[in-house]
């Protein structure tokens, strides 16, 4: 059965309020259409409150699979919710399933602002239209969450925004939803991409909705200051962790300009945020075969010790030293404090670099040593089976 809109919202945000706005929105949404407000048709709202893997694997995929648009009600509760986020990369690859290089994806995301939130929206939403014509600029400051308590459901203001997104969700329905197909592979819940965790990654690091397999795609953990954090010396750090510059002020490289340039040849780019989420990300990059590497100064690298715990052949370590960020001895101390068994191993993958050239060199070898680790043991036993030797023709038959 096909649906006109998914309401998208974080669990934590439901409560009376909110349930009166999904009422009064499908009951202008039905105005346009020969069904009735609550008939299943105009719109899905998961009412359960079920544990995230049970919730994913019930009814809410075939939903995600068969609604037309995507309705965000926009929070604080709904930009930290990792559910919602993964609701939204599933419906956000679903729209863009199927497009031509170079085609926009079809407008059906709507973000709502339920209650203006702590940050703001994420990039993934960027190219989405956040507010339809007609509703004034107070929604915006104000969300629609206050509207509704302070002004009453009566008020002109309210009226207003639930039929503007009412007629902007149903043109979005009739215009582009029976365009949208349905993604053909369903990928499992834990490796469906965050989108409002932050962090940027290639295209082609997700396939089919899901973070790719293997060991070509190489995730890298810049744990480093923010300029937030850190404002001395004035350069060295950038408003995010992937805008520090290891070797500042003799050179201007960011960490992501040295990531990024040692991955151009045979990898594909990921960078994994550090947040709370930074254990569980780095386990499922160990489960996907993904490579792992940490560049950090040492004296924030504390924030990635978990990678210490996870090591295995596809992870790395390099605490980049300079004297910028304090004397030899005390980024020694940090750099032992924060990876206790791996500071006292000798190892490629394990690194000190001083300068750009050491860091990118370090980068080349590990890289290159951590993906043959993978790879050769699946090369050896190719090698052991009865195929005939590559340029020979035929069949071939199975020794008795």
């Not at 085609?103 to 990039?123: E, F, G, M, S, Y």
């Not at 979005?172 to 365009?179: I, L, M, Q, T, V």
């Not at 996907?288 to 715990?309: K, T, W, Y």
């Not at 750099?335 to 000190?352: I, K, M």
Request: hydrophobic residues 40%; proline residues 8%.
């Amino acid at each position: 059965m096909s649906r006109i809109v998914f309401l998208s919202y974080a669990n934590k945000d439901l409560d009376p309020l909110l349930v009166n706005f999904f009422s009064d929105l499908c009951t202008e949404i039905a105005a346009s259409t020969p069904y009735e407000a609550d008939d299943a048709r105009i719109s899905f709202r998961d009412k359960a409150n079920l544990p995230l893997m049970e919730n994913w694997r019930s009814n809410i995929v075939e939903a995600l699979q068969t609604s037309d648009v995507m309705l965000c009600v926009t929070s604080t509760k709904y930009l930290h919710s990792s559910f919602c986020a993964k609701e939204f990369s599933f419906f956000d690859e679903r729209r863009r399933h199927g497009l031509n290089a170079g085609d926009p994806a079809p407008p059906v995301i709507l973000p709502l602002i339920w209650i203006p939130a702590d940050r703001p929206l994420p990039k993934a939403m960027d190219d989405i239209q956040q507010v339809p014509k007609d509703v004034a600029d107070d929604y915006r400051s104000r969300g629609l969450r206050e509207i509704l308590r302070i002004d009453g459901a009566e008020s002109k203001l309210y009226k207003v925004c639930v039929t503007a997104f009412a007629k902007a969700i149903y043109a979005a329905s009739k215009d582009h939803g029976r365009k949208i197909k349905r993604l053909e592979n369903v990928p499992e819940f834990d490796d469906i991409p965050n989108a409002f965790a932050g962090g940027r990654w290639q295209p082609e690091v997700v396939v089919d909705g899901a973070f790719a397999k293997g060991p070509y795609i190489a995730n890298f953990v810049f744990a480093a200051p923010s300029q937030d954090e850190r404002d001395k010396p004035p350069g060295r750090y950038g408003t995010e962790r992937s805008q520090w510059k290891p070797f500042f002020p003799s050179e201007l490289d960011t960490v992501l300009d040295h990531a990024t340039n040692a991955v151009k040849k045979q990898f594909k780019f990921r960078e994994i945020p550090v947040n709370d989420d930074l254990p569980a990300e780095l386990e499922r990059a160990k489960i996907r075969g993904n490579l792992s590497i940490v560049i950090g100064e040492p004296g924030a690298m504390d924030a990635a010790r978990s990678i210490e715990n996870l090591w295995w052949q596809g992870c790395a370590v390099f605490a980049a030293f300079h004297e910028a960020a304090g004397k030899l001895e005390e980024q020694e101390k940090a750099f032992g404090d924060a990876f206790p068994a791996l500071s006292q191993a000798t190892s490629t993958r394990v690194c000190r670099p001083h300068s750009p050239a050491e860091l990118q060199k370090a980068l080349d070898a590990a890289l290159f040593e951590m993906k043959n680790a993978i790879t050769q043991p699946a090369i050896d036993s190719l090698q052991k089976t009865d195929a005939p030797p590559p340029g020979i023709s035929g069949t071939g038959t199975a020794r008795s």
